[in-house]
């Protein structure tokens, strides 16, 4: 999940909190309850648990989605958010800790028939189920919901593991060029009635379950959309619907009341409204959170250092905060289409230049995360966090590999290059800033680029762009888009995934051999077997040197303890799950 910044998203070690049991109303976070203590819910425990509906819940972020429409959200954040108002067929599990890793039924009433050597997937749609305006939901919704995802020329920005799987060579364009006259017509996807849909894989696939889980396996009415603009007001299937969006400053959410919490196992719909504000001052958010007056930083990345601070030496707020693992990684990636880093050495000249505890405090300091080692985050099959090929555990910048590198890639004196970051992630910008000095040490001279964050598809995610502005390197989080190796590393390495608009694999490595290890993976009978596969391709990439990871993740986040169902989940990138969470009255 590049932006996920997951995401999924959206899988995650757990990333906890501890909360109070909540009593009192409205934001105020005045209580008589108990603390349950720091890190307390990063167990396998509900905590405040409650059937009790009303109120309103109130999300904030210092980033803004990147779209609210399914087919094209890639923040681990928005499909959190997207489970308040839209669903799939199948769906990851609202329960806490590793349970909530599993892909569960959601629209459909089983997990699927698997026939044809595992080649076929035929699924039945529950009764009842209804879009936002009383309309059945239908498995043609369904399908149709998926074929929009070939449209980028209309839809960038999602993810295209759907494409690469069910194109199978006929080139499908997408609805808006489909000369069927139901614009239904992807071959590989077949519904013989309303409640019917099997999909016909070429091979056999074990992650296609986590793919129909993820937002653009969500069902559409084709007379509701509108293309590029159905990201502003995306019709809903969930228990909530999309009453007003504001790019860059917010959404609510309030109830859709023709969804039937008898047809959905996943979410309880308790609260009457959510809320979503966009800020451009996070610690002014970070305040708020700890007085109580919003309940919920949705963006998971934890607070500012001067809350932290607060957090950290306070009890009364320590217990209500957690710090574990978030399964992301942060990383700097160098785009090889870029001079002079199409060259290894030159590469490898950064890495060794880099002072990685330097970047771990820019970062926020060890509750940030563990210093970085490879491109594999712990917590998925096949990853060692004790693969250390550039020896940056120890946190000193290697001057001497560093110049050495320098010498073999031709620039002996260094070279200048430009580093492209988000402007409202103050992390990734004091990342890019300790780079930037530690570059000097060797003679690279590295400017920084910021950019608007909310428009990453189009600025490090166009190939041409990175090209044309030279950005030589990328500052980058990312989390699984599903829970195996191929779920984090795919979008990241694999050249059939290179895309000209809402690219992340912004290296552009496209070598078959690593290509050829996803396919291997893919067709073991379980993640587990396939480990050995994604451990190989970890393995290639640092050994050439496309990315110089900073830390594997960590978040120290804080949560209103007014708040009832509260739990994290690997699921939702090691957030909350905002499909059972309530609001104390």
């Given at each position: ?436 000095a530690a570059l000097a040490k060797v003679g690279i001279k590295a400017s920084i680029d910021q950019y608007d964050g909310s428009q990453s598809s189009s600025v490090i995610g166009s190939p041409a762009n990175v090209k044309k502005k030279g950005y030589g390197i990328i500052v980058m989080g990312w989390g699984p888009d599903f829970n195996t190796g191929s779920g984090f590393l795919q979008a990241l390495v694999d050249g059939r995934y290179i ?87």
């Amino acid at each position: 999940m590049n932006r996920k910044g997951r995401a999924l998203g959206a899988l995650a070690t757990v990333a906890g909190l501890a909360l109070t049991a909540a009593c009192g109303g409205g934001g105020s976070n005045s209580h008589s309850s108990k603390s349950l203590g720091y890190n307390a819910a990063t167990t396998d425990k509900v905590l405040n648990a409650s059937a009790t509906k009303g109120g309103t819940l109130n999300l904030w972020s210092s980033q803004d989605v990147d779209f609210l429409d399914p087919a094209r959200a890639y923040y681990g954040f928005v499909w959190d958010m997207q489970r308040l108002y839209i669903r799939q067929l199948l769906a990851y599990d609202s329960k806490p800790g590793a349970d909530g890793n599993k892909v569960v039924p959601d629209l459909a009433t089983a997990m699927p028939t698997v026939t044809n050597g595992g080649k076929t997937y035929t699924f039945t749609l529950r009764d009842g189920v209804k879009f936002d305006d009383g309309t059945a939901i239908t498995s043609k919704d369904v399908k149709y919901g998926i074929e929009r995802v070939f449209a980028q020329d209309v839809l960038p920005g999602g993810p295209v593991y759907l494409i690469n799987l069910l194109d199978q060579g006929q080139h499908y364009p997408g609805p808006y060029k489909d000369t069927d006259p139901n614009k239904l017509g992807l071959k590989s996807v077949v519904t013989p009635d309303d409640k019917t849909i099997t999909f016909n894989l070429a091979k056999p696939n074990s992650d296609f379950p986590y793919l129909l889980a993820m937002a653009d396996s969500s069902p559409v009415p084709a007379k509701r959309d509108d293309g590029a603009k159905y990201t502003n007001h995306p019709v809903a299937s969930g228990p909530y619907k999309v009453q007003s969006f504001t790019p860059g400053k917010g959404a609510v959410f309030v109830r859709n009341t023709y969804w039937d919490p008898k047809t959905d196992p996943i979410r309880t719909g308790l609260p009457d409204k959510v809320t979503f504000n966009v800020t451009s001052n996070p610690d002014d958010m970070d305040s708020r959170l700890l007085s109580g007056d919003i309940d919920y930083d949705i963006s998971g990345t934890g607070v500012q250092q001067a809350a932290k601070i607060k957090i950290l030496s306070n009890p009364k707020y320590k217990a209500n905060a957690d710090d574990p693992y978030t399964g992301y990684i942060r990383y700097f990636a160098f785009p090889t289409t870029v001079k002079p880093f199409d060259n290894i050495d030159c590469r490898k000249a950064v890495i060794y230049a880099a002072d990685p505890k330097s970047l771990q405090t820019a970062r926020g300091g060890p509750t940030s995360g563990d210093i970085g080692t490879n491109m594999l985050p712990p917590g998925i099959a096949g990853s060692d966090k004790s693969f250390d090929p550039y020896n940056l555990a120890p946190g000193k910048p290697q001057i001497d590999k560093a110049k050495a590198a320098l010498a073999a890639c031709g620039q002996p004196n260094g070279f200048s290059t430009t580093i492209a970051v988000r402007n409202n992630k103050a992390a990734e910008v004091a990342t890019a800033q300790s780079l930037q000095a530690a570059l000097a040490k060797v003679g690279i001279k590295a400017s920084i680029d910021q950019y608007d964050g909310s428009q990453s598809s189009s600025v490090i995610g166009s190939p041409a762009n990175v090209k044309k502005k030279g950005y030589g390197i990328i500052v980058m989080g990312w989390g699984p888009d599903f829970n195996t190796g191929s779920g984090f590393l795919q979008a990241l390495v694999d050249g059939r995934y290179i895309l000209p608009s809402g690219n992340n694999n912004y290296s552009m490595i496209n070598d078959p051999a690593i290509n050829g290890l996803f396919d291997q993976g893919a067709a073991a009978s379980t993640p587990e077997e396939a480990a050995g596969d994604y451990k190989q391709i970890n393995q290639s990439i640092m050994d050439k040197a496309l990315y110089l990871p900073i830390n594997f993740d960590r978040a120290l986040v804080y949560i209103n303890p007014r708040l009832t169902n509260v739990f994290l989940s690997d699921g939702q990138g090691g957030r909350l799950d905002l499909a059972r969470v309530g609001v104390a009255k």
